[in-house]
């Protein structure tokens, strides 16, 4: 299924994304009242959505609300680096060292936007792109093995890791310069694990106004999902919501001879195969 958050005249809802049109959830609204209830309800509660959207007839037209980020505010929105070997190499040659773990930073969670909302450029001269896969995780997990990794999946969505260059070096956690507000959108809804299944075979691409500036596949991961989450509930535990960036494909703006940054009227796209794409347009700094 594919679940998504929706704006209709002032008033929040869930539904499921079906052939263009949105089947809401109105019947389960008492019962589960955000999507983080849906997820944190587990098999039961994605039981009595495909109950809800099977026996529904009634739809709701796509341009008649607002598609909202599809979960309203993980616990933990966290990002690995250099997680694509082209990127790894276009790294190093902008002058980063390559990491020798698994290389994790933290977006705080009041970055996150919607898939069509615009991106504010705040006070960063260097902003940058990054298309990737994100995993909402389903469950508590704590020293979860890789052969047990997926169980811990309720789903995937598209993320646009936007970036402050600029202030991303102010810091060697890059937390900073990845957190801007609005620098985090997501969408256009999740697409449940069932629905997937082998996350590792998506193509993901970032267009800035249509050029293809990132093209690649989730094939080409040097961590695998499942080793990102036993490496992560190693040290900590992952809970429901929660929001694991996989990592970007080469070809960011800052990798670039001479770099390229985006600036007001720039509209970048990020797609993935069988989730869908988000859109945002850069507005005017304030």
Known sequence: ??????????????GVLDNGSIIPLTALKERYP????????GDAALDEVRAVAARSEARIALDSVKLLAPIERPGKYLAIGMNYRKHVEE?????????THQYWFNKQTTCISGPFDD??????????WEVELAVVIGRKAKSVSEAEAPDYVF???????????DWQKHSPTFTVGKSFDTHGP?????????????PHRLGLRCIVNGVT??????????H?????????STAFTLEPGDLLATGTPHGVGNAMTPPLFLHEGDVVRCEIDEIGAIENKVTAAR
């Open 1 to 14: 299924m594919k679940l998504v958050r929706f704006d209709k005249a002032g008033t929040v809802g869930l």
């Open 186 to 198: 997501i969408g256009p809804c999740i697409v449940t694990a069932d629905e997937i299944g082998d």
């Open 155 to 165: 789903g995937y969505t598209v993320a646009n890791d936007v970036s402050a260059r």
């Open 91 to 99: 790294a190093i040659r902008a002058g980063v060292a390559e990491p």
């Open 34 to 41: 955000t999507m983080l209830s849906v997820i944190e309800g």
């Open 119 to 128: 991106i504010d450029p705040g006070v960063t001269e260097k902003l940058d």
């Open 224 to 232: 695998s999902v499942w080793s990102q989450i036993a490496y992560l």
């Open 213 to 222: 500036r990132q093209e690649g596949n989730t094939s080409e991961l040097i």
